[in-house]
Structure formats: C-alpha cells, structure tokens
T-cell receptor
C-alpha cells in the first residue's frame, strides 16, 4: 500500500459525459501528479500540482482539467468524453523537496475508465 | 527532448536466476533521476529503485540493483534470484530536477518468471 488513495477504482460511462476522479496523496506529500496509461500511448504525464498551485503541464487535453484543494486532495475532471479517453488514470504524490532533492513518486491504485 | 527506451518488450527468466532489464535514456540536462517501477497484472505501480545522476555508486534495494552507466546513458535493472511474484511489467522512468519531477516513462518490459 503506497498510501495514495484514488476513487473510484472503476468507472464506466458514455461518450459525451463528464467524470471526476479523486486522489488523496500520502500524508505529508505536497505534490500531486496525474498520469494516463493507455495501450497506444503508454504512460503519459498529464499535470502536476504543488500545494494547491499548478506546477507543470504535460499532454493534457483541453477537455481535461484538474485542481488541488487546501486539504491537498486533487481531482481530475474529464469532460466531453470520447472512446479514446478509455485508460487507466494514476495519481502519484511526492514530498517535493527543494530543487535537486530526491523526488520519488508513489502511485495510487489507479482509476480504470471505460468510455462506451 | 528527453526520452526513455526499453528495447525488450518481453523477457523470460527461470526462477532463482538473475535477469537484467535494459533501459537507455536521452537528456542533455546534467541533473536527473532514474526510476524503476513494477506493474503487476493487478495494475498498481510499485516503486522499486532510484538513481540520481550525481550518485557515484549504483543503487541497490534488496534483490534489485541498478547498473548505472552514465557515459552510455543506460540504467539497467538487475533482479537477482527471480521469484514467481516478479512476473510483471517493468517501467524505467526519468525526471529532470528543474522540471518539478514529472516522470517520462519507457514503453515497459514484460517479465515472465518460469518455475
């Protein structure tokens, strides 16, 4: 158990719909990362938050958005869903030490999204 | 641009033998970290081992060791005394310290341990 929790574990929805994925980081971790894992694209970084602020953006579609709340949990919102959005979505967290420090990311169990 | 290459899509190893999973990386940044993660069939991502670009010695964590050859830009994972529970996908990943720690992953190697 990494200490990172994600809900729900599985999500089945229809094209055009909107869903929200939730992540709670490990206790004490200030940084949250979202990744998408699909068969064709592999594991891709989507977005990072640190202590409530967006820090880095990767290959995140405009239909997707995220935020980190004052209690440090994070939500990833996926809207106007398409079949190709079906994937395993991971949240990871790290302490986020000063620059140059070790930054091991611990992953949650993932949310498996199926868009029909 | 940074890139991680894992050239072995699948590998087999006999139980109790050692196995090496290959990983090469490409970056012009002098400060970076290299990671290996294990993904069993259940789907979770499990952190195995880390190597910093300035670390002089190869990292070791139990049965896992990282063969870090900086000049060749390779960071191979060595698993000693393979166990049946080692059967999984293994991902090599890299982060650049000045980019907030986001990970760039390779395509993975599927390891199967034979009894």
């Amino acid at each position: 158990d990494s200490g990172v929790t994600q809900t729900p574990k599985h999500l089945i929805t229809a094209t055009g719909q909107r869903v929200t994925l939730r992540c709670s980081p490990r206790s004490g971790d200030l940084s949250v990362y979202w990744y998408q894992q699909s068969l064709d694209q592999g594991l891709q970084f989507l977005i990072q938050y640190y202590n409530g602020e967006e820090r880095a953006k990767g290959n995140i579609l405009e239909r997707f958005s995220a935020q980190q709340f004052p209690d440090l949990h994070s939500e990833l919102n996926l809207s106007s869903l398409e079949l190709g959005d079906s994937a395993l979505y991971f949240c990871a967290s790290s302490v986020h030490l000063r620059r140059g420090g070790r930054e091991t990311q611990y992953f949650g169990p993932g949310t498996r999204l199926l868009v029909l | 641009a940074q890139k991680i290459t894992q050239t072995q899509p699948g590998m087999f190893v006999q139980e109790k033998e050692a196995v090496t999973l290959d990983c090469t990386y490409d970056t012009s940044d002098p400060s970076y970290g290299l990671f290996w993660y294990k993904q069993p069939s259940s789907g979770e991502m499990i952190f195995l081992i880390y190597q910093g670009s300035y670390d002089q010695q190869n990292a070791t964590e139990g049965r896992y060791s990282l063969n870090f050859q900086k000049a060749r830009k390779s960071a191979n994972l060595v698993i000693s005394a393979s166990q049946l529970g080692d059967s999984a996908m293994y991902f090599c990943a890299m982060s650049r310290y000045n980019q907030g720690g986001k990970l760039i992953f390779g395509q993975g190697t599927e390891l199967s341990v034979k009894p």
